[in-house]
């Protein structure tokens, strides 16, 4: 009989081209061959380039729809997209530790469409802290740091940031755009991490796609470092396979 594939859930926003929220997290996970399940945060109104808005989805009903899957299915990982405002990330992980007390989240802090649609316009940054503390990994880019710690040195504010979970900070949105990116452990070790090719052309929801295959890659058992090499190596692949916004998921 074949394996059975470990359960992943993504908890993330509603995306109707596809390319970002749950929709591309699901297509990540069934590339590497985990059983993905998503939980909706908010109906958003955009394509791959323009955002008009969201309708964000009532906490209660988002931890219905957590509670219902953990109800049968054992998550060991759960990725966390796109949120409404810090009072609904931490109920969120709240409930989600209290149904599986050993489970690790994975933060992809979404603060700014990639259409400039602005998500989050204040971060309470002693928040972010006790938050973090009950995160395995957040996967900020440097834009994301800079708001999420006050810090226009992000080398320093992912520092920061690792003494309360690990953190990747992807480096596409650096000034050098070499996309390299880094991860900072809660061990103080720093791992650096470039790609094998540079694309010439961004991809929308290329922050989900990393995110999930690193949770995918961590759920297949591998340690964090190789999950992020690993999930490096297939967003490269995602920004390459076309000369569109909407980019290929393949192995």
Known sequence: MPKERPCILSIAGFDPSGGAGVFADIKTFEQHKVLG????????????????????????????????????????FMKIGMIKDL??????????????ADCRL??????????????????????????????????????EIKILTGENDVTKGAKELSKYCNVFLKGGHSKEKTGKDYLFTTDGEIFPFRPKKISETGKHGSGCVLSSAIAANLALGNNLQR?????????????????????YHKI
């Open 37 to 76: 399940m998503g939980v909706i945060t908010g109906l958003t109104f955009q394509n791959d380039s323009e955002f008009d808005g969201v309708k964000w989805i009532e906490t209660d009903e988002i931890i219905k729809q957590i509670e219902i899957l953990t109800r049968k299915f054992k998550f060991q």
């Open 106 to 143: 994975i933060w992809d802090p979404i603060l700014k469409a990639s259409a400039g649609f602005e998500i989050h316009k204040a971060i309470d940054k002693k928040r972010i802290a006790t938050i973090c503390k009950n995160i395995y990994l957040i996967t900020p880019n440097t834009d």
């Open 227 to 247: 999950s992020c090499l690993k999930a490096k190596d297939y967003v490269t692949k995602f920004l390459m396979s076309n000369k569109t916004l909407l980019g």
């Open 87 to 100: 009072d609904t990330l931490d109920k969120i992980i709240s409930f989600c530790k209290l149904q599986t």
